[in-house]
């Protein structure tokens, strides 16, 4: 099992940045694929971004593609979401994942595939 705890959420300006992160608990954090996803008040949970489990595949959402960037520290068992010219539409908790995966290259974008899931952290982007 792994246990997740996402930071770094808060209030920015339209256009501004933050980087959110993902701390992993156990030893294993290397053979999960992981991704991040947002829910928006009223709205579903969506896929942001997704990232294999050595960190060199990744996958991105349209509506975030060229603004934020996943990658992950197998290190310090921490995955990353960079979000780069924020805009209100991203306002929604963020949500990072851990999938048990077989593969070295698997990334998952489909949150039912996903076992692990943290708490959640807010963004929220201003005007």
């Known amino acids: 099992q792994v246990q997740l705890v996402e930071s770094g959420g808060g209030l920015v300006q339209a256009g501004g940045s933050l980087r959110l992160s993902c701390a992993a608990s156990?030893?294993?954090?290397?053979?999960?694929?992981m991704g991040w996803f947002r829910q928006a008040p009223g709205k579903e949970r969506e896929f942001v971004a997704a990232?294999?489990?050595?960190?060199?595949?990744?996958n991105y959402a349209d509506s975030v593609k060229g603004r934020f960037t996943i990658s992950r520290d197998n290190a310090k068992n921490t995955v990353y979401l960079q979000m780069n010219s924020l805009k209100p539409e991203d306002t929604a908790v963020y949500y990072c994942a851990a999938a048990t995966v077989i593969l070295r290259v698997q990334v998952i974008i489909t949150s039912a595939q996903y076992h692990y899931w943290g708490q959640g952290t807010p963004v929220t982007v201003s005007s």
């Open positions: 990232i294999n489990r050595s960190g060199d595949i990744t």
């Open positions: 156990g030893r294993t954090f290397s053979t999960y694929a």
